[in-house]
């Protein structure tokens, strides 16, 4: 590995036990103030962490909890994207497709619909996720409750 990547690995690091373990740091009321650690071996050792987590597979990485009410440690977490990581946040609202559980967001993407028009659906009107994915947009939106 570089050493400009190996650097840039370490301000990973540092930023992960920062927003988890320093009360000052801005991002810890979202990690380490709502019980979300860093396991011992990865607190201690950024050595540990390289070992673990291996390399960055590109830039567009970032380390993500697998769980994402979990801790960071080797088990629950991996390399992945800003879309995986949009598809793993608290406020995500999950849906069963075809038997397959995956994002709102996700199940919008694969039928071609306007996630906002959708969730506005199930939000606001009270439709079922069945419903709101399965009625073409514009369809439907004179009388929420029918």
């Not at 190996?6 to 927003?19: D, E, G, I, N």
């Not at 988890?20 to 810890?28: F, M």
């Not at 607190?43 to 970032?62: E, T, V």
Request: charged share 25%.
């Amino acid at each position: 590995m570089k050493n400009r990547e190996r650097q840039k690995l370490f301000w990973v690091w540092c930023a992960m036990r920062y927003r988890c373990l320093k009360p000052t740091d801005p991002g810890y009321k979202n990690y380490g103030g709502r019980g979300i650690s860093v396991c011992n071996q990865w607190a201690k050792s950024f050595k540990q962490f390289l070992l673990d987590m291996g390399p960055r597979p590109s830039s567009k990485h970032s380390i993500e909890r697998i769980d994402n009410d979990g801790n960071y440690e080797p088990n629950n977490c991996h390399w992945g994207t800003r879309r995986q990581q949009n598809s793993n946040r608290r406020n995500c609202i999950y849906v069963v497709i075809d038997g397959k559980r995956m994002t709102l967001k996700e199940a919008c993407r694969q039928r071609g619909l306007k996630y906002r028009a959708v969730h506005k659906r199930i939000m606001d009107r009270g439709w079922s996720a069945e419903r709101a994915l399965s009625t073409p947009i514009g369809i439907g939106n004179l009388h929420a409750n029918h």
